[in-house]
């Protein structure tokens, strides 16, 4: 544990035990350091896990919980970026909830399985809260209320997307704006910016010890 609150969370951390209760996610969307912009997604979030309590399943309409992360390479000199392939778009990585209530597990296994980088540790509490439309092919429109954290890369890691993306890069800071991506996503890369200056650097796990 840093002074300032983060924690970095490898994948045997007990913070990340499987949880199907809803209040886990809630209390992470709470705790999520919304910055500018995103306070009003995080209130609406809130409402709709109090509203839905099938918000865990990808089912549930007229949005469900999504978990999502920023990975940064081992210096915090750049990020990840995947082309998805069903969207489009280029997106970090991240997915469905599917019934799990802890988002940090969510998009540490997400970021893991969709970049092929092993040794990803996710950093809590969450840097972003999103709400965005999707219309999958054969699937009807519908909203994914996202949380999103800071992930942070082994030294070396090498990048391999999986088959949900079309290609995926490291892209440096500074070419943030050469990139087709949303507001939502511009805004995450600036909170994602953000929290590796105010580490200085990320974090090692012995640091936590």
């Known amino acids: ?96 909830a599917d019934g799990e209530a802890n988002l940090a597990r969510v998009a540490l296994d997400e970021c893991t399985e969709e970049t092929g980088i092993d040794g990803l540790c996710v950093a809590a509490p969450a840097i972003d809260v999103d709400i965005h439309r999707v219309a999958p092919p054969s699937e009807d429109p519908h909203v994914h209320y996202d949380l999103r954290f800071l992930v942070v890369a082994p030294a070396a890691a090498s990048l391999q997307p999986n088959h949900e993306s079309t290609d995926g890069r490291w892209v440096g800071w500074d070419e943030v704006d050469s990139m087709p991506i949303d507001t939502g996503t511009q805004r995450l890369v600036a909170a994602g910016r953000r929290a590796v200056y105010e580490l200085g650097e990320p974090p090692t796990r012995n640091e936590l010890t």
């Open 1 to 96: 544990r840093r002074g300032d609150g983060v924690r970095l969370l490898d994948a045997a951390d007990p913070e990340l035990r499987s949880s199907s209760s809803s209040a886990v996610a809630r209390a992470q969307v709470v705790a999520a350091r919304a910055v500018s912009g995103a306070q009003p997604n995080q209130q609406e979030i809130l409402a709709a896990i109090d509203a839905d309590p099938q918000i865990l399943v990808r089912s549930a309409r007229p949005g469900h919980l999504t978990g999502s992360g920023l990975v940064v390479d081992a210096a915090g000199e750049r990020f990840v970026l995947l082309h998805h392939r069903k969207l489009q778009i280029w997106v970090q990585p991240g997915g469905h």
